[in-house]
């Protein structure tokens, strides 16, 4: 069997001795840019032990009982959450995409069917409003008015749907004043057609109704106006719709 015993420690000479204490003498006295790269070769010396001592301390807190690795709890989904809201989107379906009774809850809440002239246009009430709502190629509905209208332009006011074709549709309506005769409303448009209303019976009211669909052609600006010749009663008025303000009277969804 051979002795395993290690050989006693053996004095360094002299000349060793004084050989390593020359070279740290010059390892410390070296300029600062010689001596910079040692640093962060310390540094990283120092970021292997602190890696290897999380991982290590990582290992030793996952070791339970039951020998299984512990697990950080996660969060789960809520079922009942959802994405963000689009700003034109009243509710659970693209704005002017829903039927009118839905279009209605956000510009006039509780509003109720007073009347209809076809499947298209149809007159909501609640209290002393109305509403006009009109299904096209979009859902449009008009902003609250008094059911006692006033002499006014903007009780005049069109709606304005335009169509990939080219094509825009003006829709104008509102309540027959009281007691009002011979009530007669007509519509000059820019492609020089003039359209008469129509009336019909509900809720207790008389309601009138303008469409008209034409080609529409360049910068509206640049087109004529509007116009409205409204008589009833010995009276007549004359008013001008000014663009975008007299031609954009929806409130669920732009012109």
């Known amino acids: 069997m051979s002795d395993l015993t290690p050989p006693p420690d053996e004095p360094l000479p002299d000349q060793s001795r004084a050989r390593i204490r020359a070279e740290l003498i010059e390892a410390a006295q070296s300029p600062p840019r010689l001596r910079r790269w040692l640093v962060p070769a ?20 996952s070791d339970d009982e039951s020998g299984s690795p512990a697990v950080a709890p996660t969060s789960a989904p809520d079922p009942t959450a959802t ?16 039927p009118c009774a839905q279009e209605l809850r956000y510009p006039f809440p509780g509003a109720e069917l007073a009347a209809s002239f076809d499947e298209h246009t149809s007159f909501w009430v609640k209290g002393d ?3 006009l709502c009109d299904l096209r190629d979009r859902t449009t509905v008009q902003g609250p008015r008094p059911l006692q209208p006033a002499e006014r332009v903007a ?6 749907i335009y ?11 509102g309540v027959v004043p009281d007691g009002a005769l011979a009530f007669d409303v007509e519509y000059t448009f820019p492609d020089g ?13 008389t309601w009138w109704r303008v469409v008209h669909t034409y080609e529409s052609v360049g910068n509206e600006m640049k087109q004529p106006p509007i ?3 409204v008589s009833y009663s010995g009276v007549q008025e004359h008013y001008v719709l000014d663009w975008a303000q007299g031609t954009c009277a929806q409130v669920n969804h732009g012109c």
Not at 42 to 61: C, K
């Open 42 to 61: 310390g540094l990283a010396a120092a970021v292997v032990l602190v890696v290897a001592l999380a991982g290590w301390a990582v290992r030793l807190g």
């Open 83 to 98: 994405g963000p809201e689009d700003p034109d989107d009243p509710g659970d379906h693209w704005a002017g995409r829903g």
């Open 129 to 131: 409003r109305f509403a």
């Open 155 to 160: 009780t005049y006011a069109v709606s304005s």
């Open 163 to 173: 169509t990939a074709s080219g094509e825009v549709t003006r829709v104008a309506g």
């Open 193 to 205: 057609q003039t359209v008469r209303a129509e009336t019909t019976d509900g809720g207790g009211h």
């Open 227 to 229: 116009e409205v010749t």
